[in-house]
């Protein structure tokens, strides 16, 4: 956030920028949703093949799996359920739920079941440390499952359907996501990814998004500069 003392100038670089590079990142991510659906359709087999409804763990992830577009819309594909990660040939810790978007942006979501008679401080303590896990597994999960962006969060039983992300950003990003799913971005998706010329000039687009950004940080920073009172 970027404030110019004795103005009215607020800019949420990374919201407004997010938002205008989101759609774009639909257009080219569309050859690959295809793949995701036929992902999402496997993996939903093999979790209800796999999966133990008479557990706790389990039954909460069905939940979240099967109302996914309402807890969370826009992440409607379900990429992996219970994956491994290897890294020069050492193994890493098993990530648990990861869905995908139109938008080649993934969230890796860690589920945690606490009992009921789980003490308050316990409980934070472990949502702590699930956070912080995650943000080492979204890492992870942008690398294996070739992703535009990896965001993360927990979700617990104690919540209700709340998801808990790791940050604000990883919160923004998903805040934008959902925003476009209800209202979609009005772009021919076939026509601009089919067309070398339109995909140029979707580029050249992204290019001048970064400039005027740019200039217009150059100038609040110039404006908070002019601004400030000197001292003796």
């Known amino acids: 956030m970027y ?66 577009g309402q807890i969370l819309p826009g992440f409607n594909y379900l990429i992996d359920f219970n994956w491994e990660f290897y890294e020069n ?15 080649g942006v993934i969230i890796v979501i860690e589920t945690k079941w606490f009992n009921t008679d789980t003490l308050s401080k316990a409980k934070v303590n472990a949502r702590k440390k699930a956070k912080n896990r995650v943000k080492k597994y979204r890492g992870y999960a942008q690398e294996k499952f070739i992703a535009v962006k990896a965001i993360g969060a927990v979700f617990t039983n104690d919540t209700g359907n709340s998801i808990q992300f790791v940050d604000d950003q990883d919160m923004g990003i998903a805040k934008i996501i959902e925003i476009y799913t209800h209202y979609p971005y009005n772009f021919d998706c076939e026509e601009w990814g089919e067309s070398p010329e339109k995909r140029g000039i979707l580029k050249t687009i992204l290019s001048y998004i970064v400039i005027v950004l740019l200039a217009i ?14 001292t003796l």
């Open 89 to 103: 040939n050492r193994h890493h810790e098993v990530g648990d739920l990861v869905f995908g978007s139109d938008y």
């Open 217 to 230: 940080v150059a100038v609040i920073v110039g404006l908070t500069i002019l601004t400030v009172p000197e």
């Open 3 to 68: 404030f110019s003392p004795n103005s009215f100038i607020t800019f949420n670089i990374i919201q407004y920028s997010l938002a205008s590079i989101l759609p774009i990142c639909k257009v080219w991510f569309q050859p690959y949703v295809e793949s995701l659906r036929k992902l999402d359709k496997e993996k939903r087999r093999e979790w209800e093949q796999n999966s133990n409804m008479n557990n706790q763990v389990d039954s909460m992830k069905n939940d979240l799996i099967n109302n996914i």
